[in-house]
T-cell receptor, first 112, second 114 residues
Framework: AQSVTQLGSHVSVSEGALVLLRCNYS??????LFWYVQYPNQGLQLLLK????ATLVKGINDFEAEFKKSETSFHLTKPSAHMSDAAEYFCAVMDSNYQLIWGAGTKLIIKP | DGGITQSPKYLFRKEGQNVTLSCEQN?????MYWYRQDPGQGLRLIYYSQIVNDFQKGDIAEGYSVSREKKESFPLTVTSAQKNPTAFYLC?????????????FGQGTRLTVV
């Protein structure tokens, strides 16, 4: 069975600092992985996805994620945090039945 | 513009009443989903439909019902049997049948029981 673990329900960084949000997965099939962002009282928006083409995936708003099979990880990073990045971030894996399995989410807090 | 439209954005319901949340998509997607979101609990799947006239229960289907009579529409009814319906509800769609495509989300409906 597939599962997703996001380490840290809240992550706080200073404006301009590196953002690192962690995601580990388990999957019995080759994984397809996704990062979504949710701003308050809005739906989810796709940031980026891994579909086996390249291990380093670039997304919108300068976010990127690296797929590491040996570590079963797909951590999300951004070199320099901006106040507008404050939101909740969700990692997900697509299972063998075409269902998205979701992590619990990480709230990113940006300190001025 | 292609996308998913949920309505209304805010909904208030009295205890004991059924209420229906609307979800319409013009992306020509086969699969549609309803999720419930509570603070600190991520997304929990209520119902999903892979094709018209067919749907399956998700992890928390009790107290909810759905229909899929048209490809573009997947309404969710929150019945009086749902003991704690106050939550944020999200509808999503995807092409279905392929694992490398993402789901697209509506803007959500916030339901409050008063």
């Amino acid at each position: 069975a597939q599962s997703v673990t996001q380490l840290g329900s809240h992550v706080s960084v200073s404006e301009g600092a590196l953002v690192l949000l962690r995601c580990n997965y388990s999957s019995s099939v080759p994984p397809y992985l996704f990062w979504y962002v949710q701003y308050p009282n809005q739906g989810l928006q796709l940031l980026l996805k891994y579909t086996s083409a390249a291990t380093l995936v670039k997304g919108i708003n300068d976010f990127e994620a690296e797929f590491k099979k040996s570590e079963t990880s797909f951590h999300l990073t951004k070199p320099s945090a901006h106040m507008s990045d404050a939101a909740e971030y969700f990692c997900a894996v697509m299972d063998s039945n075409y269902q998205l399995i979701w992590g619990a989410g990480t709230k990113l807090i940006i300190k001025p | 513009d292609g996308g998913i439209t949920q309505s209304p954005k805010y909904l208030f319901r009295k205890e004991g009443q059924n209420v229906t949340l609307s979800c319409e998509q013009n992306l020509n997607h086969d699969a549609m989903y309803w999720y419930r979101q509570d603070p600190g609990q991520g997304l929990r799947l209520i119902y999903y439909s892979q094709i018209v006239n067919d749907f399956q229960k998700g992890d928390i289907a009790e107290g909810y019902s759905v229909s899929r009579e048209k490809k573009e529409s997947f309404p969710l009814t929150v019945t009086s049997a749902q003991k704690n319906p106050t939550a944020f509800y999200l509808c999503a769609s995807s092409p279905g049948g392929v694992r490398n495509t993402e789901a697209f989300f509506g803007q959500g409906t916030r339901l409050t029981v008063v």
